[in-house]
């Protein structure tokens, strides 16, 4: 009897324990089954391969029998406040394995790496490009079966001055409003020890400057933040076996370059090549130098390096995913596609977890020759529409809400930490032009916090308010911030971990609001609210589509949402201010509604004077703010806005930024959320899967990716504090298998198969009783 109890308990305990370890094996074949594999050359850079870690970003492709690839790095920002490249690499070998027949290009996602393949010549090559996770580092590996001659040459656009003119200074803060002659200016690349070192070095006077003037705030120049001062970026590459072998120039596609050639001693079966990178804002360039070969000694020193990165990305793959249909992966079926490209883009903004500034929503680390991405575009691999260091919050959201229910708060790190380094500026814009607390925070704004110059305009009207952009679009939007406040306020909620550093920012956008409409209010007339006690928040815009709007209902949820969630914090946070915000709450105005065809419905605001643009504000309410959806009072009313509002349905689509995707799973509307998801997420149209666009920005488009993947998670799991809503949007005809994370440290993983749930996994398992299946109610 003894034994028997004994053999049953080993029998459990290796059941559990099968259970316990079979879902990371699991994932680790179905992500197998996500890696790109090319069996043909590239075409041009328009047909690259993204590669990164850390805040590195790479585009690898090999082209006429060479292998080349860009290099991109968070933060290298010049004095136009243009996101510059750090160059570009090319390899050649001799004899070359690239001219045979065989040929394999693999992006390798549980490593994070690629890995190219080549047979000819009677050479057999593998090479592996990757990047350190932890250290500025990038790493070729070629290994042949003979010895052979290695070649690397630096390229380099920017061997002169390059005059910025028209279109091309999209890339840049001058856009249309360029202040006399706009110059790229040129960097400095010499052999060097065997080696190549390349920087780039802003000069004393940037937009920075011209900005401040611009907007009358000389007065306080030497309090604001300006991360372009001083700002040098470059790097060093060497390689065992290399030694400088001259200088060439050439023509890529419309831009020349100079390069600066490194080749082998003697031909080699091995040959390793390492660039180390290296940004910093140094008084001198002397500082900088010493910097970079601190970096590089501190790199070399780490002999566990790929060790490390490898445990990193496995760490990073097994903490959510999304994976349907994929017992059977065909790149034909698109319900396969939607979650294979989930996956990709999720590896391309990893690719910046540890980035000083956040991914940008127009290309990120991955653009490549604009002229592959529109034919009038022929200007240097610099460009992206839309600025380099110019933030758009509107569609930074987008890349940044969907970590969340991935778990991935280190990568939304450098998204809050932007907003904290130019908190002071946006605070003294409110002191500087109207004498009252609180952060001003803009739409189209700098890296140092102001309104970018061209939409903010040179040309206004004598005595137009200083703290407003004269721009249509763009006039009085100033509520955008309060998402990535909402996003500090959920990091809380999902690790529970302390936030207090964030706690000041969000007071202060809060008082913004609270002291700003009082201060008009009282410019008007004598009573700063209205008569129910409420602030009068007009004018005000919805959005960029409905423009001097009274009360829009997209600031009331922001505000509201917001304010609530500050009060639900642990006492600690709020202190004796919490008084404050509890009468500030009071004073935020209803949201409004209206109706059509004598259906009720969430109006965009109470009153505004025009339409702008094509965006659903009306339906803000339920994302992101969640007041309505699924179990919540006034799903009826949300749902009526999707369906009957004229301009919800007109403005509809799945292009660039349009989150209706979002809207229909937060709805609980299974056919439309998989058919806008569907569109979102499926293949690009580019041979990588996941580089979508442009739709209204560049290419890879980051927000357009970012609203799939929030679309599809919400499809699957929906969250309201400790509800757990599983598959309210979920198709019976897919078979998925994800790991999502919901709040108070808890994650969410199950299968479905064959329109039946199964295997749902609960961490903690007290959490299981707050799961509500919505999947089997259909």
């Not at 996500?34 to 050359?41: E, G, K, L, T, Y």
């Not at 040459?153 to 856009?175: F, I, Q, V």
């Not at 305009?457 to 006039?475: M, S, V």
């Not at 990588?688 to 927000?703: L, Q, R, V």
Request: charged share 25%; hydrophobic share 35%.
């Amino acid at each position: 009897m003894k034994r028997s109890c004994c053999n049953l308990f080993y029998q459990i305990s290796i059941l559990v324990l099968s259970v316990f370890l079979s879902s990371p094996v699991v994932a680790q074949t179905e992500l197998d089954n996500c890696n790109i594999v090319w069996n043909s050359q590239s075409k041009n850079s328009g047909e690259s391969m993204p590669c990164g870690g850390g805040d590195i970003g790479l585009n690898v492709w090999v082209e006429d029998n060479e292998l080349f690839f860009y290099i991109a790095k968070s933060g290298t920002f010049d004095e136009n406040n243009a996101l510059l490249k750090l160059g570009r690499i090319r390899v050649r070998l001799t004899p070359n394995p690239f001219a045979g027949k065989k040929f394999r290009q693999q992006l390798i996602l549980k490593d994070g790496y690629v890995r190219i393949q080549a047979s000819g010549a009677q050479v057999n090559t593998t090479i592996s490009v990757w990047v350190d996770v932890f250290h500025p580092a990038i790493y070729v590996e070629i290994e042949n079966n003979k010895p052979v001659t290695t070649e690397v040459t630096y390229e380099n656009w920017r061997h002169r001055d390059r005059p910025s003119l028209g279109r091309a200074n999209n890339a840049n803060s001058y856009k249309w409003t360029p202040q006399g002659e706009v110059k790229t200016y040129k960097d400095e690349i010499v052999f060097e020890n065997n080696g190549v070192l390349f920087y780039h070095r802003n000069n004393p006077f940037s937009v920075f400057d011209i900005t401040v003037k611009q907007q009358g705030l000389d007065s306080v120049k030497s309090q604001l933040f300006n991360p372009l001062k001083d700002l040098t970026f470059g790097g060093r590459i060497e390689g065992e076996n290399l030694e400088p072998a001259g200088e060439t120039s050439g023509v890529y596609l419309n831009t020349d370059y100079n390069g600066w050639k490194l080749k082998s001693r003697k031909a080699s079966r091995t040959q390793h090549l390492a660039i180390y990178l290296h940004t910093h804002k140094a008084t001198t360039v002397e500082e900088w130098k010493n910097g970079l070969l601190a970096t590089i000694k501190e790199t070399k020193a780490d002999k566990n390096a790929l060790a490390k990165t490898r445990t990193w990305w496995k760490e990073f793959w097994d903490r959510s995913f999304v994976f349907i249909n994929n017992e059977n992966p065909a790149d034909t079926s698109t319900s396969w596609q939607v979650a294979r490209n989930y996956q990709l883009f999720r590896y391309m903004l990893a690719c910046n977890a540890f980035g000083e500034y956040p991914t940008k929503f127009n290309g990120g680390l991955f653009t490549y020759d604009p002229a592959l991405v529109d034919t009038t575009f022929s200007f240097t691999p610099d460009f992206r529409n839309w600025g380099g260091g110019i933030h758009t919050a509107q569609n930074q959201r987008l890349v940044y809400f969907p970590m969340i229910k991935n778990g991935d708060f280190e990568l939304l790190k450098p998204q809050l930490d932007f907003y904290l380094r130019i908190l002071k500026n946006a605070e003294l814009r409110s002191k500087v032009y109207w004498n009252h607390n609180g952060a001003c925070f803009t739409e189209q704004m700098e890296n140092f916090g102001l309104p970018n110059m061209a939409e903010y305009a040179f040309k206004r009207p004598a005595g137009f308010d200083k703290g407003l952009e004269y721009n249509a679009w763009l006039e009085y939007m100033w509520d955008t911030v309060l998402e990535f406040c909402f996003m500090m306020l959920e990091e809380e909620r999902y690790t529970l971990k302390d936030i207090s550093v964030y706690i000041p920012f969000i007071e202060s956008c809060l008082r913004f609001f609270d002291e700003h409409y009082q201060f008009l209010a009282k410019q008007r007339g004598i009573k700063p609210l209205d008569a129910d006690g409420h602030l009068i928040l007009y004018p005000g815009s919805a959005a960029e589509t409905y423009k001097m709007a009274y009360n829009a209902s997209s600031t009331i949820a922001a505000l509201k949402t917001v304010t609530e969630r500050l009060l639900q914090l642990p006492t600690k946070y709020l202190a004796e201010k919490r008084k404050y915000f509890e009468e500030f709450l009071n004073r935020i105005p209803p949201i409004k509604f209206t109706e059509f065809n004598g259906h009720q419905t969430i109006a965009p605001a109470q009153a505004w004077e025009r339409i702008n643009n094509t965006e659903s504000p009306q339906l803000y309410p339920v994302f992101p703010w969640g007041m309505y959806g699924i179990g919540k009072p006034g799903l009826e009313i949300a749902l009526n806005t999707w369906r009957y509002d004229t301009n919800v349905i007109k403005f509809r689509s799945f292009v660039g930024w349009k989150q209706d995707n979002i809207f229909a799973a937060r709805l609980g509307l299974t056919d439309d959320a998989v058919h806008l998801t569907t569109l979102k997420l499926k293949n690009s149209g580019r041979r990588f899967p996941s580089f979508w666009g442009p739709g209204f920005d560049w290419t890879p488009d980051h927000n357009w990716g970012g609203s799939g993947m929030i679309g599809l998670q919400e499809m699957l799991m929906q969250v309201d504090d400790k509800k757990i809503y599983l598959l309210p949007a979920w198709p019976k005809n897919w078979n998925v298998h994800f790991k999502l994370h919901a709040p108070y440290q808890t994650t969410v993983e199950a299968t479905v198969k064959d329109g039946k749930v199964e295997n749902v996994k609960v961490f903690p398992e007290s959490r299981r009783n707050d799961i509500i299946n919505m999947f089997d109610k259909k």
